[in-house]
């Protein structure tokens, strides 16, 4: 959780961070996770903070090809559902994650290669 809320700290400073932007979060090399709620609370407000925009919307879609990395990608779905700006939804396919995004890539290599 410390690494996720590092990381996300650093996205949310970033200068090309702008509203609206679609997320892909990918959880495919999730080996586990720590039962620490108030940390995924303080991740998920922190979240809130840099999504909340007066008339925009985010996407964010979870890469979650395993139970283990479903089961934890449905638990952060649910904690958007009472938003309205944010659209959260939960994929076990890499294709289906990116086409969603709007993405033609159908892979995580396709999609690196392409912005290298």
Excluded: C
Excluded at 37 to 66: H, S
Aim: aromatic residues 10%; charged residues 25%.
């Amino acid at each position: 959780m410390e690494e996720s809320l590092r990381i996300f700290s650093e996205y949310a400073r970033h200068p090309d961070r702008r509203p609206g932007q679609k997320q892909l979060v990918d959880l495919s090399r999730l080996t586990g996770f720590e039962n620490d709620f108030p940390k995924l609370f303080e991740l998920q407000a922190k979240k809130a903070e840099v999504f909340m925009d007066p008339g925009v919307q985010t996407l964010l879609v979870y890469y979650a090809p395993t139970k283990l990395a479903f089961d934890l990608a449905l638990l952060a779905e649910r904690s958007w559902r009472p938003f309205s700006f944010v659209v959260s939804l939960v994929q076990e396919t890499e294709a289906d994650a990116l086409s969603l995004l709007g993405l033609r890539e159908r892979s995580l290599d396709q999609l690196l290669q392409s912005v290298s």
